[in-house]
C-alpha cells in the first residue's frame, strides 16, 4: 500500500539557516550509479511516459506481457493515469535481474515517476518488473510483468500570481502572534490553488509592528532597532499561509475588488518571483527543473516584509520548530528573535531539549568519502543506522550540505527510496515506503558527492583588533600551509538534523601528498597507500573508528607530520559522590593515547606542546575522574588568526607562522600573560562539549563557560594564584561590560544581531566561567568539585541543560539553586551591592546590602589592617541584607571588594 508522502514543516526552517549556502552549480546532471542506458529499455519508459501523458489506458495496459494480470494492471492504472496531463517524465534509478528469468531476460527497475497536471503534480516512485518479449531490434523488445507504486509525493503546486484578481485595501491589517501588519493604503494579489487562496502579495503604504512578548526578546529587539518594539514602514509585502488559514488572517471584507493595473500586477509578480524562493520550496532533481512547493503545515505562516528601513524582513511560525516564532534580517542573515508561542510553551514549558523534535535516533555512521582538496570535490557513502523514536514514521529528514548531490538512497529494509531536496536549506527528506513504527531499526545509504567549501573559522576564533603592522619588519612573507576542515557546520555527511551521539567508523581517502586526521580513532595498519595510473594520482586510506559516542564527525586535511605521541595512563578513580553514587554512563577508559600532528613548519612547537597536553589532560582527568575518548590528536595548522575547533578525538588548533607579524589583544578570550590557555580550553572541550553536549543553542555555555573555567583552574595549578587572579578579573570585567547584551541563555544570539561575537565570548565563555566561580564560592569547593563530577556521570554522552547541572549541584550540596541560576543564567542583571563594616568588640561585622532584586551572590572582602597583612573573606550573600562577623585581628583599617575574585556585582559606594 503506497503512502501518502507528508512534510513536517521541515520547509520552513528559514530563519535557523543563518548562513548564506549557493546553490551548487556543480551539481553532477546524471546520478553516478545510475543503471546503464539500454536504448531498447528505455523505449519501454519512454512508451510509458507518453501514456502516462495522454491518460491512454488502452496504450499502457498494452505495454505489458501477455500473462501480466490485467484486474491489478487496471487498479494501479486507476491510481497512476489521470486526465488533464500536461507533462510526464519518468527516471531509472536501479535495476536489478528479476527472479525467474534468464540472465538477460527479465529485469526489476525502480523508476521515478512525476505526472504535471497544469499547476498541479504529483510524484511517486514504482517498482516496474520487466521481461523480454521480441527479438533485439523489433520494435518493442520489453513488456511490463508487474508494477508497483512505492510511495508518493502528492499535492505539489507550481504557484503564480493570479493575473485576474486585483483587491483595493484601505487599513488592512493582518496579524499574528507578536506582529501587525497595516495596509494602510494599496492593492493586494493573491495565488490560489483549487482549495483556496495560499500566497499574498501586499503592494502600496504599510506599517509594520513586531512586538515580542518575552522580557529576553525584547532586548534583542532594542539591540536590532533601539526600541523594545518595532515599528517601521514597508513597501511590499509576501504572505504564505495553509488556504485553511487564510479566512482568520484575512476577513474578505477587508478586500474591495478592483481592475487589474497590469503595471501593479507586473510589481507583485516580480516580488512574488523573489519572494516565493525562499519558503516551502522542494527541489525534483531531473524529474523537473521548476519550482514546485508543498502547502504550509495549518499554523504555519511565513512573511517576508520589504521595508524601507532594514530591507526585507521575515517573520515565520513554524510548527516544527521548537521555538516556532521567528524573526529574521533577510539581507544580513541574523535572527532578531526566536521564541516559543504562547500555546508551546503552555504545552511544554519552559525548558526543552531540541532531540524532543527529532524523530529518530542515529546510532553508528560508517562513512566512506574520497576528498580532492585542490578541487573542493567530495565523492562519499554513508550508511547510516538509526531507530526510530516517533510513534510512527513515514518519512526522515536528514541535512547534508545543499552543494552535495544525492545520488542514491538506498535501505536494508526497504530498498531503493525516494528523496527530496529542500531548497537552500541544506536539507534531504527520505519518503519511505511505508510508516514504521516506533524502535524499528532502520539502515540507510546514502551515496552523494559534489562541491564542498572547507568550514570557515568559527566564533571560536578570536576577532583581531589590530591589523597587520608595518610590513618593512618581516623581510620573507611565507605563505600558511594550507588546510582544510569539514566539521559541525559543514555538513559534509547526511546527518540528523540536530547533533546526535552515536558511534562511527570513517574512511576517508586522499591524494598521497595530504595527511588527514579525523574523528576517531586511526585504525591500525592505515594509512594505506592506493597506487593510481602514475604517481601523482595515488591515494591514501585512512581509516579512524570512534568506538565511544560522539556529537558530530570531523576530519581536517592539510600537510601533516607527526610531531610526538604519547600514552597517558591515570591512576584507579577513588572518588566517591555523596549518598548513591552515580554509575559512569558508558566505557571508562584509564589511558589516553595523545599525539600531536603538525605542519612541517610547525614540528617542534608541535613537540614542546605535546608535554604540555599531557600535563593538561592528566590535571583534568583528576578532576572530573574520567577521560571519556581513547585517543586525543592535536592538529596544529597554520594560521594568523588565534583559534581552534574542538570536535570529539582531536582539536585542530591555528598556529601563528614564524615570520607573523599579527599581533591580536582585547579579546574576552585573549589571555596574552598565558600562552597555555587556548590549548586548555581546547582539549576540555572532550570532557565539556563533547562527552558532555548540549541539548540546544541556548545551554552552549555548558561547554564554553566549562571549558574556560577548567583552563583557568589549570592556569592556577600550573602558575599558581596570581595568575588565576588576572585570569578572574578579566572573565569579570568582559561578563560585567557585555551583561546588558543579553542571558547567557541566549547563547549564540549573544551579539548576533550586531555580528559582534566578542559579545558572545564575553558572556557565553567568560561569565559562564564567572558563573562557574562565583557557584564554588557559593557552596564550597568539596560540594561544587563532587557536583562537577556527578554532573558529568550522569551527562556523559547526553546532552545537557542547565537544569542538569543545577540537580547535580543541588543532589551535593543540598541547597536550592533556582534562584542562582535564575539570575546569572536565564536573567541579564547584575547584582548592585553596597558594602559596610563597623567594629563590635572583638569582631568586625561586615555587611552586604543588595540594592537591587536579590541574588545568590558570593561576595569577597579583603580586610585591612594597620598592623598586619590584609585577610580576605568571603560572605556568601542571599538576603538583601547579610551580616558576617569575623574575630578583630589586629588594628583595623578598613575592607576593600576584591575583584579579583570574580563576583559579577556593581558595587555602589557609601
Ligand atoms: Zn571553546
Redo the contacts with the bound molecule.
Keep these: 500500500m503506497a503512502k501518502t508522502f507528508q512534510l513536517a514543516g521541515v520547509l520552513l526552517a528559514c530563519a535557523l539557516s543563518t548562513g548564506a549556502h549557493v546553490r551548487g552549480q556543480e551539481r553532477t546532471a546524471a546520478p553516478a550509479d545510475s543503471p546503464a542506458a539500454d536504448p531498447a529499455i528505455q523505449t519501454l519508459l519512454t512508451s510509458i511516459e507518453q501514456a502516462l501523458r495522454a491518460g491512454d489506458g488502452t496504450a499502457y495496459l498494452a505495454l505489458h506481457t501477455t500473462s501480466a494480470n490485467r484486474e491489478r494492471v487496471r487498479a494501479f492504472m486507476g491510481s497512476e493515469l489521470m486526465p488533464g496531463v500536461t507533462r510526464s517524465a519518468i527516471r531509472e534509478r536501479d535495476r536489478e535481474p528479476l527472479l525467474g528469468t534468464l540472465p538477460g531476460n527479465g529485469y526489476r527497475l525502480m523508476v521515478d515517476v512525476f505526472v504535471e497536471l497544469g499547476a498541479r503534480a504529483r510524484a511517486s516512485t514504482w517498482r516496474l518488473d520487466i521481461k523480454r518479449i521480441a527479438d533485439p531490434g523489433a520494435a518493442r523488445e520489453w513488456a511490463i510483468a508487474e508494477e508497483e507504486e512505492l510511495s508518493s509525493v502528492e499535492n505539489l503546486y507550481r504557484l503564480s500570481v493570479n493575473p485576474a484578481k486585483q483587491y483595493t485595501a484601505r487599513n488592512l491589517k493582518i496579524s499574528a502572534e507578536d506582529i501587525d501588519l497595516t495596509l494602510v493604503e494599496g492593492s493586494v494579489f493573491v495565488a490560489d490553488i483549487d482549495h483556496g487562496t495560499t500566497a499574498l502579495v501586499l503592494v502600496g503604504n504599510g506599517l509594520l509592528n513586531f512586538h515580542p512578548a518575552p522580557e529576553t526578546e525584547k532586548g534583542q529587539v532594542k539591540i536590532f532597532c533601539g526600541a523594545e518594539a518595532l515599528d517601521t514602514r514597508f513597501e511590499a509585502a509576501y504572505l504564505r499561509v495553509n488556504p485553511g488559514d487564510v479566512q482568520s488572517l484575512v476577513a474578505p471584507s477587508q478586500l474591495t475588488a478592483a481592475p487589474v493595473d497590469p503595471r501593479e500586477l507586473r510589481r507583485a509578480q516580480e516580488i512574488f518571483r523573489e519572494e516565493s524562493q525562499l519558503s516551502f520550496q522542494i527541489d525534483l532533481g531531473d524529474l523537473s527543473r521548476e519550482s514546485w512547493t508543498l502547502l504550509p503545515g495549518s499554523g504555519d505562516f511565513v512573511a517576508e516584509i520589504r521595508t524601507r528601513r532594514y530591507a526585507t524582513l521575515t517573520y515565520a511560525k513554524a510548527g516544527s520548530e521548537a521555538e516556532d516564532i521567528s524573526f529574521f534580517d533577510r539581507k544580513r542573515h541574523k535572527n532578531i528573535s526566536l521564541y516559543a508561542s504562547k500555546t508551546r510553551l503552555a504545552l511544554r514549558g519552559r525548558f526543552y531539549n531540541e532531540d524532543e523534535l527529532v524523530d529518530y535516533d542515529i546510532q553508528h555512521y560508517d562513512i566512506d568519502v574520497a576528498v580532492s582538496p585542490d578541487r573542493l570535490w567530495i565523492e562519499g557513502r554513508a550508511q547510516l543506522r538509526l531507530k526510530v523514536r516517533a510513534y510512527l514514521l513515514g518519512t526522515l529528514t536528514l541535512k547534508l550540505a545543499d552543494s552535495l548531490g544525492v545520488r542514491s538512497i538506498v535501505s536494508h529494509e526497504y530498498g531503493r527510496l525516494f528523496g527530496l531536496r529542500v531548497k537552500n536549506q541544506n536539507t534531504l527528506v527520505v519518503n519511505l515506503p511505508t510508516v514504521v513504527a516506533r524502535d524499528t531499526q532502520l539502515t540507510l545509504i546514502v551515496t552523494y558527492g559534489g562541491r564542498l567549501q572547507p568550514q570557515t573559522p568559527d566564533r571560536?576564533t578570536l576577532a583581531l583588533e589590530q591589523g597587520r603592522q608595518q610590513p618593512d619588519d618581516t623581510p620573507l612573507q611565507l605563505t600558511p600551509e594550507a588546510s582544510f576542515l569539514y566539521s559541525s557546520r559543514s555538513f559534509w555527511y547526511p546527518q540528523a538534523t540536530v547533533s546526535d551521539y552515536a558511534t562511527a567508523r570513517i574512511q576517508i581517502t586522499v591524494p598521497s601528498a595530504i595527511e588527514c586526521v579525523a574523528s576517531g580513532q586511526l585504525e591500525p595498519g592505515y594509512p594505506g597507500l592506493l597506487a593510481g595510473k602514475d604517481p601523482s594520482q595515488n591515494r591514501k586510506v585512512y581509516v579512524f573508528s570512534a568506538s565511544q559516542p560522539i556529537r558530530y564527525l570531523a576530519f581536517v586535511l592539510s600537510r601533516f607530520t607527526r610531531a610526538e605521541s604519547a600514552t597517558i595512563a591515570y591512576g584507579p578513580d577513588t572518588r566517591e559522590l555523596k549518598g548513591d553514587g552515580v554509575a559512569l554512563n558508558g566505557i571508562s577508559f584509564r589511558s589516553l593515547n595523545l599525539s600531536v600532528e603538525a605542519n612541517p613548519r610547525q614540528v617542534q612547537r608541535g613537540r614542546e606542546l605535546a608535554e604540555r597536553a599531557v600535563k593538561i589532560a592528566t590535571f583534568y582527568e583528576s578532576i572530573v575522574g574520567d577521560s571519556p575518548y581513547p585517543s586525543f590528536t592535536v592538529a596544529l595548522v597554520e594560521n594568523d588568526l588565534p583559534g581552534g575547533h574542538?570536535p570529539g578525538y582531536f582539536a585542530a588548533l591555528n598556529q601563528p607562522l614564524p615570520t607573523s607579524n599579527l599581533v591580536w589583544r582585547n579579546d574576552p578570550a585573549s589571555f596574552p600573560g598565558y600562552g597555555d590557555f587556548f590549548l586548555a580550553?581546547?582539549l576540555a572541550?572532550q570532557w565539556w562539549?563533547q562527552a558532555v553536549g548540549w541539548r540546544n543553542y541556548h545551554e552552549q555555555w555548558l561547554?564554553?563557560g566549562f571549558?574556560q573555567y577548567f583552563a583557568a583552574l589549570y592556569a592556577q595549578h600550573q602558575r599558581g594564584d596570581d595568575l588565576f587572579a588576572s585570569v578572574l578579573r578579566q572573565l569579570r570585567r568582559w561578563g560585567m561590560a557585555e551583561s546588558e547584551q543579553g542571558p547567557v541563555y541566549l547563547g549564540y544570539r549573544l551579539g548576533h544581531i550586531r555580528g559582534e561575537s566578542k559579545v558572545f565570548r564575553a558572556l557565553v565563555?567568560n561569565k559562564g566561567a564567572a558563573v562557574l566561580h562565583m557557584l564554588r564560592r557559593l557552596v564550597g569547593d568539596d560540594d561544587f568539585f563532587r557536583g562537577i563530577r556527578r554532573f558529568y556521570r550522569t551527562e556523559r554522552f547526553k546532552k545537557a541543560g542547565t537544569e542538569d547541572l543545577r540537580a547535580a549541584m543541588e543532589a551535593e550540596s543540598g541547597r536550592s539553586l533556582e534562584r542562582f541560576f535564575n539570575q546569572w543564567i536565564y536573567g541579564s542583571t547584575l547584582p548592585r551591592l553596597k558594602l559596610g563594616s563597623r567594629v563590635e568588640g572583638r569582631e568586625i561585622v561586615l555587611t552586604v546590602e543588595q540594592l537591587g532584586e536579590v541574588f545568590d551572590v558570593p561576595v569577597a572582602i579583603t580586610v585591612h589592617y594597620a598592623d598586619r597583612k590584609p585577610v580576605a573573606v568571603v560572605i556568601p550573600a542571599t538576603e538583601q541584607h547579610t551580616e558576617k562577623r569575623v574575630p578583630l585581628a589586629g588594628a583595623f583599617r578598613g575592607i576593600e571588594f576584591n575583584k579579583d575574585d570574580g563576583t559579577l556585582a556593581e558595587i555602589v559606594k557609601n
Design positions: 571560536e574542538s580550553h581546547e572541550h562539549g561547554s564554553e571549558a565563555y
